[in-house]
């Protein structure tokens, strides 16, 4: 199923459970984004709808209320009695695990689209009821940029290709995946799928992965293989712990004072151009891509010399901010 459709789904189930009485087509055509204007092609993708919601178990109801705006025209509603689950019972634990769940799914589009066909329904003049859409609401907290399209090429079973930075290395490998799925271990994300490359399955961390995810074939290729649990998979993966390197780097006198604090063979930096502002450190640190987010904090107070893995992570990390802010991108690799 695709995203706009999955999303016209959700939108028209929330706006069927939050009304008081039947809504005509028109009303629902008008409250519900992602219909086409053309009555002939409105009509034919309501229906469809309509079969699709039915299949999958939503008690879609027809009639119509004479009281209501729709007089005796036909309309539909969904009883909020016979689509709500019954009362649920929760241990401690397992309230703590939806409560942390909810924490985490934070940028999910669905939340987005289904607020705004309460607003547009609220707009056409139709009482809702806010209590159905009460709840832990879906959202995604992650600032792997990957995670997103990993998320949904897992969604719609597609191959993904991608650039992949292996532990250790300078450069780049282009990777090609049938990702099965993406999991949180130890508070980093993985996807696990079959590397159609190495022939076998693997276990990518998402913080590796240089640059855009691409589509690398149709949705729907990608089937999961029967017993396998991806969650196990990538729990089970050896993750290997990278051993301490140096780095060294430029810190401005009177400032950088993290950094500074655990910094060892502080000296001048004697270097011509520095302006005499400048001390010269070494500091120890284990992977480029967590470390390089701290360091950039500091902004042009701290400057990486070596090594260049660590130095680029930098600077990479600096242009996303400077995008994100209305920057530009290419000011960050203008530092020294």
Known sequence: MSRRKTERLLNLVVCLLATRRYLTAEQIRRAVPGYPDSDEAFKRMFERDKEELRELGVPLEVGSDLQGGGGEEIGYRIPPQAYELPDIHLTPDE??????????????????????????????????????????????????????????????????????????????????????????????????????????????????????????????????????????IAFDWGDPVSEPRPATVRLRRGAAQGPRRWARDVRPAEDAGWDGEWDEAVLTFREADRFAPYLARFADDVVVLDPPDLREAVIQHLKSVLASTGGRPEEAGEAR
């Not at 289904?114 to 806010?130: I, N, Y």
């Not at 792997?144 to 930075?165: I, S």
């Not at 290395?169 to 130890?186: F, K, Q």
């Open 95 to 232: 309230a703590a695990v939806l409560g942390l769940a909810a924490r985490v799914w934070q940028r999910a589009s669905m939340a987005e689209a289904a607020s705004g066909a309460l607003l547009k329904l609220r707009a056409a003049g139709v009482e809702t009821d806010a209590a159905p859409a009460v709840g832990i609401e879906p959202r995604v907290n992650t600032h792997e940029p990957a995670f997103a399209a990993l998320w949904e090429a897992v969604r719609d079973g597609r191959p993904v290709a991608f650039d992949y930075q292996g532990i250790g290395r300078t450069s780049v490998a282009r990777r090609h995946l049938e990702p099965w799925g993406v999991v949180s271990r130890r508070g980093r994300w993985y996807v696990v799928g079959f590397d159609r490359d190495r022939d076998e399955q693997r276990v990518f961390r998402l913080s590796r992965v240089v640059g855009d995810v691409a589509a690398d074939g149709p949705a729907g290729s990608v089937t999961v293989p029967d017993g396998v649990d991806v969650r196990r």
